[in-house]
């Protein structure tokens, strides 16, 4: 394993990592603020107690993003400057302006949310939440256009002299089409994590909340348990919507993905060999691989739907990956570019990583989906069902849309090795020449101890103040009878 390996491993690492709370602070965030408009509008007190609560969590989320987040920063100049100084022109301007606009946007607005109870008009102070989350969804929308870059390369040129990409038409990366389509499918993905968080906690505090009606022998109206319902409604209803339309756009992805990199939709269906038009390329349910990863043999398969996927077509034609292969040797490996043509660079990816990876972001997703109907379905008409199956619910909802998340971006940047940028650069002339592996192993390891460190930490707040539940009902001062003078003080 040589520092490429390992400077790869730790960008997985750290990315996973602060994935795994990007889309819980895009989804958590849009039902605290409808929760708190909701107090605004209805004066119902069951809609503040859930906005506190819930905005909590958020708030620990939230934290842990943010810090986890800047180390992805750190490894750009310390790990990858080859490809930093390459792409530098180009990444430049979204990143920036995520950071000066998106990110400032969150931040500022949130500590106006934080501090802002019984000191803003009522109003008001609910629009911050909804700022905060416009915030997160610009966030995200500049951070996926750096991205679509990598994926599908527009609106730039390449410098032989300098040997870098350079810019020249910025609204062309900011309208790329595998960044029109991966955008709403990303936060999508988003909104059905964060709806299965509130989801399922809501759901394990109703439950606890109906065993203790029946422990005490008294009706379960009286309890909190009616108001975790409706905020496990919400969080099944939000969860079904986003898989539906998660389901959608992730079809477009597809095709999209098919037409600029069909190298990766040959890896995700393992198909070695080209399957022409008239046809259908089927989709399998199970592969076997062979020994020396040559071919793979098909367990269970659903006839043309691979064909379906990739063109809409179910007896379209579908590249495999024997033939894009000697292409692509051919046409990068004979180019002279020293940043793409490397004899050794067999231009595919790992297969088996990104066969399983593409299964597990779509059964984990619609496992999620099943689990929200399910949901709906025991809880209507008033019902607060108390029954085991829902403890064990409650702890796995949060999970299989999260994990989905994380496979889905296992399988989109695994896919599209060996580059770094498709086409232009490969993973291998990305990496900083004069890094050893001892200084990557170092850093790795420090950072890997960190990250485990605060998991404890996240998963300690994060399960205390779900134990703790809703605080009791308190009425919001009135700004017009705060002493001016009074210090101001953490909300929490």
């Not at 790869?8 to 408009?37: D, E, K």
């Not at 990199?261 to 269906?269: G, L, S």
């Amino acid at each position: 394993m040589d520092a490429t390996d390992l400077a790869r491993w730790q960008f997985a690492i750290t990315t996973v990592y602060h994935y795994l709370f990007v889309p819980i602070t895009i989804g958590m965030s849009a039902i605290v603020a409808v929760f708190h408009t909701a107090w605004v509008r209805t004066r119902n007190e069951q809609w503040l107690r859930l906005a506190k609560f819930f905005g909590k969590l958020f708030l620990i989320n939230f934290a842990l993003g943010l810090v986890t987040g800047i180390v992805q920063e750190f490894q750009f100049g310390m790990n990858w400057s080859d490809y930093s100084r390459f792409v530098g022109d180009i990444f430049g301007a979204p990143l920036a302006i995520e950071a000066l606009l998106a990110f400032f946007l969150e931040s500022t607005f949130l500590g106006l949310w934080i501090f802002g109870w019984g000191r803003i008009p009522e109003t008001l102070h609910a629009a911050t939440m909804w700022v905060v989350h416009i915030g997160t969804v610009l966030s995200a929308y500049f951070i996926l256009a750096a991205n679509s870059f990598m994926q599908h390369p527009v609106g730039y040129t390449y410098n032989r002299a300098t040997g870098r990409a350079e810019l020249t038409d910025f609204i062309a990366v900011l309208t790329n089409k595998v960044q029109l389509v991966t955008f709403p499918h990303v936060v999508l993905a988003a909104y059905m994590t964060g709806a299965a968080v509130v989801m399922g906690v809501a759901l394990w505090l109703m439950r606890r909340e109906a065993q203790r009606a029946d422990d005490d022998a008294q009706p379960v109206e009286r309890t909190d348990a009616p108001m975790y319902r409706r905020a496990a409604r919400i969080g099944a209803l939000v969860t079904l919507v986003a898989a539906i339309g998660v389901t959608v756009t992730g079809d477009v992805q597809g095709k999209i993905m098919t037409e600029v990199q069909p190298m990766k939709m040959a890896a995700a269906e393992a198909l070695y060999e080209s399957v022409p038009a008239g046809e259908g390329a089927p989709f399998s349910v199970l592969t076997i691989g062979s020994l020396d990863g040559s071919h793979a043999n098909a367990l269970i398969e659903v006839p043309g739907l691979l064909s379906f996927l990739a063109t809409g077509d179910v007896d379209g034609a579908v590249q495999g990956i024997n033939d894009l292969k000697a292409a692509y040797a051919e046409t990068y490996g004979a180019s002279g570019n020293p940043l793409v043509a490397d004899p050794d660079t067999a231009y595919v990816p790992n297969i088996p990583t990104t066969y399983w990876t593409f299964r597990l972001m779509v059964g984990l997703g619609m496992a999620g989906a099943a689990v929200s109907l399910a949901v709906l379905w025991l809880t209507r008409r008033g019902r607060t069902p108390s029954s085991r199956w829902l403890a064990y619910a409650a702890v796995a909802t949060p999970f299989l849309p999260l994990f989905a998340n994380s496979f889905g971006w296992i399988f989109t940047e695994v896919g599209r090795q060996p580059w770094v940028v498709f086409g232009l650069m490969t993973t291998a002339s990305g990496v900083s020449p004069g890094v050893s592996i001892g200084e990557v192993i170092t850093s790795m390891t420090v950072f890997t101890l960190l990250y485990g460190a605060l998991a404890v930490v996240e998963v300690k707040l994060f399960l205390h103040y779900v134990r703790k539940g809703a605080e009791p009902f308190e009425q919001p001062q009135d700004p017009a009878d705060r002493d001016e003078d009074a210090p101001l003080v953490f909300a929490y």
